[in-house]
């Protein structure tokens, strides 16, 4: 019986017991698609992360990202997790990772401690800032069991933003309103459906990324994410969502060349606080790249028979 080691840490937080879970099966070779999403079901964590060897030999690894019902593009904490899961399994450990990814390639720098330990790692998003479509508050609100006087559309409305992967992003009016949001099924099928055609190589999915400026301070922010539809009721920590979030918000930030870096708390709601430091960067001749960065602890680790 094949049998395959797997490492969990607990992503975007310095706690044993906060921030976003991650499973990783650090040799994957020999898996099927159909094992690995059903091992990441099994699971039933936000996501799990398999490395395989890369077709490029100048990169790291090739790695996919399972959630409990799909198969995903580009993800933050997966990419976060696993770059110090194969670190802190090194002993001689790279200060960098290029991760072979569907949405494209994923760098992902090792983070150290005061006294050189591995404490996290910050990954570059693999796509470049693209804004969609406007999204009506009217169907956001009801996907989070609130009302339009709940939203701030003074910045922004409502719309789809992706660094890899396609998330819906909505401005809450307060710390208040964010904590009583709800997920509402019915209105995430409904407006799943009506979603237009996600980017390549992704699957139709409706995620909602809400967040609160905290004290009214751009660069501090509270968020949480729901994904339904994609296996994910509420996720504690979204790197990808928080990534095209500071993405979003430098691109409209005053300014042709503007760096600007992003205190993010997400999963307090949920009892799992977590941090996600986030980093918009834009100039007058290119796109908006984002990257976002945090710790991990480790959790556990085990072997599972196939």
């Known amino acids: 019986m094949p049998s395959y080691e797997y490492v969990r840490v607990n992503v975007f937080t310095g706690e044993r017991f906060g921030g976003n879970p991650l499973a990783v099966l650090p ?9 690995m999403q059903a091992i990441a079901r099994d699971f039933n964590l936000s996501e799990t992360t398999f490395v395989l060897p890369p077709a490029n030999p100048q990169h790291h690894a090739h790695v996919r990202i399972f959630t409990p019902a799909q198969e995903m593009p580009f993800a933050g904490h997966p990419n976060v997790g696993t770059g ?36 996290g790692a910050r990954i570059s998003a693999p796509r470049a800032l693209s804004i969609g479509d406007a999204v009506p508050t009217a169907t956001v609100a009801a996907c989070a069991s ?28 307060s710390l208040e309103s964010l904590a009583r949001a709800i997920p509402d099924l019915a ?96 100039t007058a001749e290119g796109p908006v790249e984002a990257t976002v960065a945090g710790s991990c602890v480790p959790a556990a680790r085990g072997v599972l028979e196939i």
């Open 27 to 35: 040799d994957a070779r020999g898996l099927t698609d159909e094992q």
């Open 84 to 119: 110090f899961v194969l670190a802190r399994a090194m002993d001689n450990p790279p200060e960098h990772f290029v991760f072979e990814e569907v949405a494209g390639l994923v760098r992902v720098h090792i983070l150290r401690g005061p006294d050189k330990q591995i404490t």
């Open 146 to 173: 609130l009302t339009l006087a709940d939203f701030l559309t003074n910045a922004h409305d409502p719309l789809i933003a992706s660094v890899g992967t396609e998330f819906v992003i909505a401005e809450v009016a």
């Open 187 to 282: 209105a995430f099928r409904a407006a799943g459906g009506l979603a237009a055609a996600p980017m390549a190589g992704a699957q139709p999915r409706f995620a909602l990324l809400l967040y609160v400026r905290r004290g009214g301070d751009a660069t501090k922010l509270r968020a949480r994410m729901f994904g339904p539809l994609g296996g994910v009721l509420e996720d504690p920590a979204t790197g990808s969502a928080c990534a095209a979030l500071a993405a979003l918000l430098t691109s409209i930030a005053p300014g042709e060349n503007v760096d600007l870096h992003y205190e993010i708390e997400q999963g307090v709601e949920m009892g799992r606080p977590s941090l996600l430091i986030a980093s918009g960067r834009k």
